[in-house]
Antibody, heavy 119, light 106 residues
Framework: QVQLAESGGGVVQPGRSMRLSCAAS????????MHWVRQAPGKGLEWVAF????????SYSDSVKGRFTISRDNSKNTLYLQMDSLRTEDTAVYSC????????????WGQGTMVTVSS | SYELTQPSSVSVSPGQTARITCSGD??????TRWFQQKPGQAPALVIY???ERPSGIPERFSSSKSGTTVTLTISGAHVDDEADYYC?????????FGGGTKLTVL
């Protein structure tokens, strides 16, 4: 069964750091590009970051560039999002998503982990 | 950066045709995807590569493009189709979602 499971969310103060993880199972993780997408409470979807299947190509939305770092460990089937200098506007549910090369779209999503940035 | 514009809400009665638009310059050159999100659930892909349906998505879901506007059409909407719908596109590994449209079927 193809699954993505995020972890690592919680409450953090502004300016602090947090690392999210996304554990993949049921498919060949090392063969897929991956993304992080977030959704603030009551708001729409916002793409956050991309990483290629080998990890040598990355991109970020303007709102997180320079503060967030996406990475992966294909030996552990795990995707990461290191979030530094967190702001209150980063409060959201963060989800990882698989990028299907055939459909050229996010075909598998995790349920997400909530990150609350508050003093 | 790119922007995609959707209406905030669309409302139809069961059995009617629902149309949700998505506009943006990027759409003239790049593929559009559509996602359906029901409360408390992860988004689900309903259209990819402008007009293709993933396996398991009913035929009543279709999409078409004209210039910089893409239209998701749900023919004979069911009560179960009530959800938020998001268009999405990408260029050079930078992705963008539309603001989302709340579809009400009642």
């Amino acid at each position: 069964q193809v699954q993505l499971a995020e972890s690592g969310g919680g409450v953090v103060q502004p300016g602090r750091s947090m690392r999210l993880s996304c554990a993949a199972s049921g498919f060949s993780f090392r063969s897929y590009d991956m993304h992080w997408v977030r959704q603030a409470p009551g708001k729409g979807l916002e793409w956050v970051a991309f990483i290629s299947f080998e990890g040598n190509s990355k991109s970020y939305s303007d709102s997180v560039k320079g503060r967030f770092t996406i990475s992966r460990d294909n030996s552990k089937n795990t995707l990461y999002l290191q979030m530094d200098s967190l702001r209150t506007e980063d409060t959201a549910v963060y989800s990882c998503a698989r990028d299907s090369p055939y459909e050229d779209a996010f075909d598998v999503w995790g349920q997400g982990t909530m990150v609350t940035v508050s003093s | 950066s790119y922007e995609l514009t959707q209406p905030s809400s669309v409302s139809v009665s069961p059995g009617q045709t629902a149309r949700i638009t998505c506009s943006g310059d990027i759409l003239a050159k790049k593929f559009t995807r559509w996602f359906q999100q029901k409360p408390g659930q992860a988004p689900a892909l309903v259209i990819y590569k402008d007009s293709e349906r993933p396996s398991g998505i009913p035929e009543r879901f279709s999409s078409s493009k004209s210039g910089t506007t893409v239209t998701l059409t749900i023919s004979g909407a069911h009560v179960d189709d009530e959800a938020d719908y998001y268009c999405c596109s990408a260029a050079d590994n930078f992705w963008v979602f539309g603001g989302g449209t709340k579809l009400t079927v009642l």
